[in-house]
């Protein structure tokens, strides 16, 4: 997985590395985080559903794709979000020949209150006694792409970074007279170009201060061969300018490519949500499922009456020899992001200093 980003955060000790004055217009740094920050915050509630198409290939291992869809919903004052992600098809390609998968994955997440839960598909046979859980760490927040996992206000920055934070230690770097050699900024009508180079790396950023500055490409590349874009379509809705399309691509020097397009078919913004939105049941949990509360170490099977009867064909359909349940986890580390642009950004900073 190739993810190239903005650098992190910055080492009080290697504050002091001067440089020579910055060349570009360092106020634009200034505007595009002020105003790409207030367009993310004017998103209070946010629902809707996205079709995702995918393709991977890897040299020497069948090619694959997927079509999936997602539905979502997310309050930003209360942090609560909730997802459902089902692939509708999994196709798997060698020599020509298609296969289907006959039990294509879904997966669904929410979280509120304090607590993660994992809603999936669980094999009895994998641990002793009946539960077994499908998670990506202890952290149990797993919304990173390019992973079956789905958070919205993922899609309002680069690969889950702020881009306001980024740019405002640009702008600081630039204003107290630290190196900044490397980094370049410039502007085209609404259009504003931010690059980072090191060593012959590239990231590249351009956003459109028409669209609430909001990232409109993206293009990131290494000396190796590996290569990233991303492109973004968006359309205001509620007040806020809000991803309707994204196409990413990504390949490396060892004959590696993935493919996505995310197309956001339904966008509802600002507008009240249902009282029952972040609940059990619209997470997909039906009457006769298991719920295992990894806080309190507890298992139970739901059966009140708000949950729908699983003979009626609603929620997820688990994979046959599998069994739904529910993890319950308490939602208090961070989110790991695998950033490959952090190993650049960590050459370039100890080479340049830090505010």
Sequence with gaps: MLLLGWPGALPAAQSAAKGPPFRGDADLFNRVAVEHKANRERVLTWRGVVAVSTEERTAGRPESRAASRVTFAYDRPTRAVRWT????????????FEQVRPDPVF???MRKEGAFYELGPLRPRSIKGEWTV???????????????????AYWLDIQGERVEGRLAMFYDRARKGLDLSGVAVSRRGTQVTVEMRLAGALNQYEVDLAQ????????????????ERQTWRYAQRGGVWIPEELVL?????????????????????????????????KLGLRRGDHVY??????????????YPPAEDGSGLTAPEGWRPGLLVLAANGAVVLLIFGLLVARKWFSKKGAP
């Design 212 to 227: 609430g500055a909001s990232v409109v490409s993206y293009l990131a590349s290494t000396p190796e061969g590996a290569e």
């Design 134 to 152: 499908r998670v990506a760490s202890s952290a149990a927040q797993p919304f990173t792409p390019p992973g079956d996992n789905f958070d919205p």
């Design 85 to 96: 992600w089902k692939n509708e098809e999994e196709v798997s390609i060698r020599d020509g």
């Design 293 to 306: 509360d990894a806080n309190s170490r507890t298992d139970y099977v739901v059966q009140g009456a708000e």
């Design 249 to 281: 691509k990504r390949t490396d020097s060892r004959q590696r490519g993935f493919w996505r397009k995310m197309e956001w078919i339904e966008n509802v913004v600002n507008e009240p949500l249902p009282d029952d939105e972040f609940s059990l049941p």
């Design 107 to 109: 997966a669904g997440a």
